[in-house]
């Protein structure tokens, strides 16, 4: 207990001290976190004459402004490639189209001129009167079309030839005026003729080498302009290829220098967030603000790391308690049930007057001592968080007459009237936790009585509408509370004042625990009072409305009307035989036994005359439940129709079903609840009743129904309970079979434990998973019909892992099942020691 003291005080200093750190007012340069560089809080990258160089503001801006130069050189190669193309298109239709065109148009002319010439030299009807005007116009067409194609023309000998064939035409056009100076009779017409024609046909020819040195020029113009498109292509390639380069190489730089480091911040963070404290903080010596914000996780690392170290100390603090207060309560329980026991026995052995006054001191003196046990008890769980809060139908008006009817002898003891006042406007029935509500009243009610020394206390219970609400009241007479002391109230050993503990007693965590469980249900409690004139103490819970309670199937079981039955029971551990034998016996039956799924294939094979019923364990040594369900069914003759019931711990549809397909009857949960297993026996031999059959609810019933209704019960209830021991498992086994019995089952227990610990906590410490789970089976059904609650839920645990081979499972169970034995083994003993009393006195 010194030892979680001093934790918790070392945690309390932890805690504060990080309290300290952010509420101090100061900032966080002056908070010293261990193994973290300081953290000014300022960025010191800005310093210098390049510090600006170095910011990511500075780096991202300069990436932008590349990625826009890049988009706009693009953008204006693009035009100058778009005009360079169009200048190209222009040219060729400039050029070489128009010089090929009117070379053609040239040749045609000429053509034209010359037939015009030729027709009217030779024409009988003489010249015509515009002849010379028709020759001076078709001349001119002639040498504008020579003209152009000269000038278009690429080739520069076309020129030469064009001023060859202007010549040329200089000549043929005189020659054409003297033929029409002379007549056709002329001595010289003919040779002057000649001479035209000859003309004529070398400007023809000449015209046709024009024609040709244009087309040529065609083809030298797109020589030329694919040189001019691929030189202008290489250079937009290049021009291309250095801006991407750029971009990829600006791009990886910031990746490097930017996202990377902020992915591994971002690790870094959520490693921390998760909880990994051993994580470094990378990029710490970085002067931009990827190293500020570096530095400030590298705060909040240090920060966590005391975080930690407190929560530590406090979880250990309080594990200190916790285990404190649970060792402390069963080390005083054990010898108190001894003290109360064996002074009930002292009571009634016929003591004199004042020896019997003594004894009652002695017994008044323990039962207070026992109450108190059970508020710090009540109290750790509480501030734990393990409150079991259950929904349940219940009858408003019976729970507040079964709180006043508890009380009222105290009541009546101090000469007080205790009422109940029920708002008629209430449901009559109500969901919700009976248990916790009766445990809240009869609180409250018991402190009223105690401080009230005239007058009376009123229990009352009302509806609020606005939100529906169950408000109670419990208004008493007495003393009052000022207000200095409500405040205080509802704390843990807290009591309004000092001198009550001398006067009244009690721990002070009554309040603390109505306040708590009031709290868990989704409720506020409160105190008005008037010092001199009495106090209210009330409560609201929220108001669901319930309906009628019909009671617990398995309660209503008044005894067994079956006719006596030839049992086998098939299970590998011997409390679940003696358990199962003695409530069979007790009812008539005839048992047998067989300790695996060979042995019991056997006995129903021989048995003679056959056996009626077979209780069969699923999980058995050498043959389990499944498979000597299997070969029971495949024997011959009558062996094979025996009805065969499950025993186990699985409850689940699954289980059910395979049970069902390896053919056997139904099913019961383990540990056996003796209701319904003869539930379940009436429910399969209807014709053996001795009085009234089965319900007509259960016969309407599914078999599968009827298997999940009779099954779940106890074993659910094991698993998903909170608390270590079940006594009234225990004390049920013992009023049905007798202490006797109750006794020889512990000692059964008792003396097999040591057979199998060996194998269940081998000495070297590696567990054998398959062997290990099976022993825990055994102990885990064993446990559950004792009542050793949480044995049977972590054999359950280690059961699972075992099959599962989870070694590593099993060395983390391993030793919280020797805990969880320890304990009940205690607990058990201790059981053990109550019944020999029971017995003791039952026989004086």
């Keep these: 207990m010194a030892t979680g003291g001093a934790a918790a005080v070392k945690a309390g200093r932890g805690v504060g001290a990080l309290k300290q750190m952010y509420s101090c007012g100061q900032t966080l340069p002056a908070c010293r976190v261990p193994h973290q560089r300081a953290y000014r809080g300022t960025v010191e990258f800005g310093t210098g004459p390049l510090g600006m160089f170095r910011t990511i503001r500075f780096?991202?801006?300069?990436?932008?402004?590349?990625?826009?130069?890049?988009?706009?050189?693009?953008?204006i190669v693009a035009v100058l490639v778009v005009r360079s193309t169009g200048d190209l298109v222009i040219r060729m239709y400039d050029q070489p189209l128009q010089a090929i065109n009117y070379a053609r148009l040239a040749q045609t002319n000429f053509v034209t001129l010359d037939l015009m010439v030729d027709r009217a030299l030779k024409s009988a009807d003489g010249l015509p009167e515009t002849f010379r005007e028709d020759l001076e116009i078709n001349d001119e067409d002639f040498l504008s079309s020579l003209a152009v194609a000269e000038e278009r023309g690429l080739n520069p000998e076309i020129r030469k030839y064009v001023a060859r064939?202007?010549?040329?035409?200089?000549?043929?056009?005189e020659a054409v005026r003297k033929l029409t100076d002379m007549t056709a009779t002329s001595p010289d017409h003919q040779a002057a003729m000649q001479g035209m024609e000859e003309l004529g046909a070398g400007i023809i020819s000449n015209l046709e080498i024009v024609t040709q040195m244009a087309a040529e020029d065609g083809y030298r113009f797109r020589l030329s302009a694919e040189e001019t498109i691929k030189n202008a292509a290489d250079r937009t390639t290049f021009l291309i290829a250095a801006l991407f380069t750029l971009v990829v190489g600006i791009t990886i730089a910031l990746i490097r220098n930017i996202v990377t480091p902020l992915n591994r911040l971002t690790r870094a963070t959520i490693q921390l967030a998760g909880g990994d404290m051993d994580v470094v903080v990378?990029?710490?010596?970085?002067?931009?603000?990827?190293?500020?914000v570096a530095g400030a996780l590298g705060v909040f690392k240090g920060a966590m790391e005391v975080v930690r170290e407190a929560q530590e100390k406090a979880e250990a603090a309080t594990r200190a308690k916790s285990e404190f207060l649970a060792m402390m309560s069963h080390e005083i329980r054990t010898p108190m049930n001894g003290v109360l026991g064996l002074t009930r026995l002292l009571l009634r052995s016929g003591l004199n007057e004042e020896q019997a006054k003594l004894a009652t001191t002695v017994l008044q003196s323990g039962q207070s001592l026992l109450r108190i046990l059970n508020d710090i008890l009540d109290f750790s769980k509480l501030e734990a968080g393990k409150a079991d809060i259950e929904i349940l139908d219940f009858e408003l008006v019976s729970l507040i007459s079964g709180t006043t009817m508890l009380m009222r002898n105290r009541a009546e003891e101090k000469d007080l009237w205790l009422r109940e006042e029920v708002d008629g406007h209430l449901p009559s029935y109500l969901k919700g936790d009976p248990n916790r509500l009766r445990q809240v009243m009869l609180n409250l009610v018991g402190n009223a009585i105690k401080f009230t020394e005239s007058g009376g206390v009123t229990l009352r219970a009302r509806a609020l509408a606005e939100p529906a609400r169950l408000r109670v009241e419990v208004v008493d007479t007495g003393i009052g509370i000022s207000e200095a002391a409500r405040a205080k109230l509802f704390g843990s050993f807290v009591q309004a004042d000092s001198s009550i503990t001398r006067r009244f007693g009690g721990t002070g965590l009554g309040l603390a625990i109505c306040k708590k469980l009031v709290e868990a249900m989704g409720g506020a409690i409160g105190v008005d009072s008037v010092m001199g004139q009495g106090s209210t103490f009330w409560f609201e819970v929220p108001l669901?409305?319930?309906?009628?309670?019909?009671?617990?199937?398995?309660?209503?079981?008044?005894?067994?009307a079956v006719r006596p039955l030839r049992v086998l029971v098939a299970d590998d551990n011997a409390v679940n035989r003696k358990v199962l034998a003695g409530a069979l016996a007790e009812h008539g039956h005839m048992v047998v036994f067989a300790v695996d799924g060979e042995q019991?294939?056997?006995?129903v094979r021989d048995a003679d005359p056959p056996l009626d019923l077979v209780l069969m364990d699923v999980h058995m040594p050498r043959m389990d439940g499944m498979s000597a369900a299997r070969a029971i069914r495949a024997l011959p003759g009558p062996a094979s129709q025996v009805t065969i019931v499950a025993a186990t711990a699985s409850v689940g549809t699954n289980g059910i079903q395979r049970c069902l397909d390896a053919g056997m009857n139904a099913y019961v949960s383990k540990p056996i609840d003796p209701?319904?297993?003869?539930?379940?026996?009436?429910?399969?031999?209807?014709?053996?009743?001795?009085?009234?059959?089965?319900?007509?609810?259960?016969?309407?019933?599914?078999?599968?129904?009827m298997e999940m209704a009779e099954a779940g019960g106890t074993a659910n209830s094991l698993l998903t309970g909170t608390e270590p021991f079940a006594l009234e498992m225990l004390a049920e086994m013992a009023d049905s079979m007798g202490p006797d019995m109750a006794l020889d089952l512990i000692d059964t227990f008792l003396s097999i434990l040591p057979e199998v610990e060996p194998d269940l906590f081998p000495a070297d410490g590696a567990p054998v998973p398959h062997q290990v789970g099976e022993v825990a089976h055994s102990l885990k059904s064993a446990a559950g019909s004792l009542g050793m609650a949480q044995v049977y839920r972590t054999a359950a645990a280690v059961e699972a892992a075992g099959h599962q081979g989870d070694a590593d499972a099993l060395l983390s169970l391993l030793p919280a099942l020797r805990r969880d034995l320890d304990d009940g083994l205690i607990w058990l003993r201790a059981q053990r020691e109550t019944f020999e009393a029971a017995m003791a006195e039952a026989g004086s």
């Design 282 to 292: 990378p990029h710490t010596s970085r002067r931009d603000e990827i190293g500020s």
């Design 59 to 75: 780096k991202l801006a300069a990436a932008f402004a590349v990625a826009v130069l890049a988009a706009v050189t693009i953008g």
């Design 600 to 603: 019991a294939v056997a006995v």
């Design 165 to 173: 064939i202007r010549e040329q035409n200089q000549a043929w056009i």
């Design 544 to 560: 669901l409305e319930g309906s009628a309670v019909t009671g617990d199937p398995a309660g209503d079981f008044d005894g067994h």
């Design 675 to 705: 209701a319904n297993l003869f539930k379940v026996i009436e429910r399969l031999f209807p014709d053996g009743l001795m009085q009234d059959g089965p319900s007509t609810e259960a016969a309407s019933m599914s078999p599968m129904d």
